[in-house]
């Protein structure tokens, strides 16, 4: 598992950070695992987060999406605020700016999407109108597809993170990234 920050002596990883993180605005965190749920279920547990196993990985990553929000609804919540394992937690300070931004949008905005220099990122935060669509999709669904076709339903709130864009997808990017955070 890859070391939160980066090149730091730490126990801490992208997903403790990011639950621990969550857990700063939200009343529960739910982790999305596959074939890794032995690997990561200590940490996940150590860090008070629950999880939840998607049956079928092989699927790909938008049946783990409908599996962690079915589990949001199931636990009688109808809000998520959603993010990838593969990068960097958003800054303390752009979570509560999207959280607020997420309470104050009006009805028929579905969601908040952080947007660093015109790139949209995570983590996305989203109504029960968006959990309703992202369900019913089928889950060879691309998420970013189905935010296309509702864009008039979601608000692109503009953050000074570079993290929110950061994905951490190769050796090569997390080297990238350990040396940008070693200056």
Same mark, same amino acid.
């Given at each position: 598992?890859?070391?939160?920050?980066?090149?730091?002596?730490?126990?801490?990883?992208?997903?403790? %950070?990011? $639950?621990? @993180?969550?857990?700063?605005?939200?009343?529960? #965190?739910?982790?999305?695992? *596959?074939?890794?749920?032995?690997? /990561?279920?200590s940490?996940?547990?150590?860090?008070?987060?629950?999880?939840?196993?998607?049956?079928?990985?092989?699927?790909?990553?938008?049946?783990?999406?409908?599996?962690?929000?079915?589990?949001?609804?199931?636990?009688?919540?109808?809000?998520?605020?959603?993010?990838?394992?593969?990068?960097?937690?958003?800054?303390?300070?752009?979570?509560?700016?999207?959280?607020? %931004?997420? $309470?104050? @949008?009006p009805?028929?905005?579905?969601?908040? #999407?952080?947007?660093?220099? *015109?790139?949209?990122?995570?983590? /996305?935060?989203?109504?029960?109108?968006?959990?309703?669509?992202?369900?019913?999709?089928?889950?060879?669904?691309?998420?970013?597809?189905?935010?296309?076709q509702?864009?008039?339903?979601?608000?692109?709130?503009?953050?000074?993170?570079?993290?929110?864009?950061?994905?951490?997808?190769?050796?090569?990017?997390?080297?990238?990234?350990?040396?940008?955070?070693?200056?």
């Amino acid at each position: 598992m890859l070391r939160w920050p980066p090149g730091a002596v730490s126990n801490q990883t992208f997903l403790s %950070a990011a $639950v621990r @993180s969550l857990l700063l605005f939200n009343d529960m #965190v739910i982790v999305v695992a *596959g074939r890794n749920e032995s690997t /990561i279920e200590s940490e996940v547990y150590a860090t008070n987060a629950s999880m939840v196993r998607n049956p079928e990985p092989e699927r790909g990553q938008f049946s783990s999406l409908q599996v962690g929000l079915q589990a949001v609804l199931n636990r009688g919540r109808d809000a998520a605020m959603i993010t990838h394992v593969d990068r960097p937690p958003a800054e303390r300070a752009t979570l509560a700016v999207l959280r607020d %931004a997420f $309470v104050a @949008s009006p009805d028929e905005k579905w969601a908040v #999407v952080p947007e660093f220099r *015109g790139k949209h990122g995570h983590p /996305i935060l989203v109504s029960r109108d968006m959990i309703e669509v992202f369900l019913k999709a089928p889950a060879t669904a691309v998420a970013r597809e189905i935010e296309h076709q509702h864009q008039h339903h979601i608000e692109y709130f503009p953050v000074d993170d570079p993290r929110v864009t950061l994905n951490v997808n190769t050796p090569e990017e997390y080297a990238a990234l350990v040396s940008a955070y070693g200056r």
